[in-house]
């Protein structure tokens, strides 16, 4: 079963729009700086400079890239803890994201957060949770809140595949369903919940399905394609914005890397033989191929923009490193709502 995750929506063959071509090359350069951030976080982390837990996104960076492309600057995004990429692709800056990495009172949240909890209001992002499924019925306060304030907002939120079992995320959904609220739940389904594969969890496989107990639009996207995701995203904010519904998107996605830098990249959950075949379908590679392909790029231009990634990502690393910590005051801000100086 595990092997079949074929998704039903698939790109069609046909040119890019070379209107488009500026996004599109942007695109790969975000999905650029996620792989690359991902990589020198890894380092960071093993050599210490990077404490707690740490997920990376390689792999999945597909995902948020594509669908953060459709929405707009006023709109809400939650995300569970495997949020570097999220964050990265909606702007918070490459040295502030490594910066709250290192616990640096550079970083988005202070140094206080970390990376399961990046955070920056100003761009309607709302963390970084690390409750599986907790920031799910938050969304859809905030889809209730953009409702009743008559604003033109939509909430999304995103979460992994193991949250779908959780109480809190059929009320959630419920709710938006009831109330039509501009709610967009993004479940990126990379397979398994740390060693738990889907098929061992849930007693439906297609998590698309569940949507039905709600009358709630649903669609299975390919998240390893950046072109499908931004399309399918599309259509459910448009009709987040203009009708007021809700969409359940599931994502067929796929983890590179171990649950989190403690885990091994295969363990006993997978074999070597799947996550090489799931390589094969690289969502980077297969974008920079598609671009040059339709002559929107060539293999220097792809060589010298990730050659600019780098240096941007060596910077952020940097940055961070040298970066002060957090005065021992801080202690005490941020600890209750309202505050003066609240972030
Ligand atoms: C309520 C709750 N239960 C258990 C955990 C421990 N936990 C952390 S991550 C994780 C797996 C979540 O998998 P998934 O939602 O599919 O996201 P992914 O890690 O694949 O991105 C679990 C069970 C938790 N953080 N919160």
């Known amino acids: 079963m595990a092997s079949s995750a074929a998704p039903r929506s698939k790109t069609k063959s046909k040119g890019l729009d070379p209107a488009r071509a500026d996004e599109y090359r942007g695109w790969l350069r975000q999905m650029l700086l996620i792989r690359h951030f991902e990589e020198k976080a890894g380092e960071a982390y093993s050599l210490g400079k990077i404490g707690g837990f740490c997920h990376l996104y390689i792999g999945q960076e597909a995902v948020a890239v594509g669908s953060l492309a459709a929405l707009g600057p006023d709109d809400y995004i939650t995300c569970s803890y495997r949020e570097h990429g999220h964050a990265l692709a909606r702007g918070i800056s490459s040295q502030a994201v490594m910066a709250e990495l290192f616990g640096k009172a ?36 905030m889809a209730f809140a953009a409702k009743y304030r008559g604003t033109s907002q939509v909430a999304v939120c995103y979460f992994g595949e193991a949250a779908v079992n959780n109480g809190a995320f059929h009320e959630a959904l419920n709710m938006a369903a009831l109330w039509k609220l501009p709610a967009l739940y993004l479940c990126e389904n990379n397979r398994y919940g740390m060693g738990t594969a889907l098929e061992r969890a849930s007693a439906l496989y ?7 107990s709600y009358d709630m639009a649903n669609e299975v996207v390919d998240g390893q394609d950046v072109l499908t995701m931004n399309a399918a995203m599309e259509r459910a904010v448009t009709r987040a914005r203009n009708e007021k519904l809700p969409t359940l998107l599931e994502v067929r996605t796929y983890r590179f890397m171990g649950h989190s830098m403690s885990d091994p990249i295969h363990g006993h959950y997978r074999t070597r033989e799947e996550v090489e075949g799931q390589r094969k379908r690289d969502p980077i590679a297969g974008w920079s191929q598609r671009l040059i392909a339709d002559g929107l790029m060539d293999e220097d231009s792809v060589r010298s923009m990730d050659k600019n990634v780098l240096q941007e990502v060596e910077e952020a690393y940097q940055f961070a490193d040298q970066a002060p910590d957090p005065a021992p005051e801080e202690l005490y801000t941020h600890v209750y709502a309202g505050e003066e100086g609240e972030r």
């Open 106 to 141: 550079s970083g988005c949240t202070g140094g206080k957060g970390g990376s399961m909890h990046l955070f920056d209001a100003s761009l309607g992002f709302l963390g970084g949770h690390g409750i599986v499924g907790g920031h799910i019925p938050l969304t859809t306060g």
């Open 206 to 212: 297609d998590i698309s399905e569940r949507a039905c």
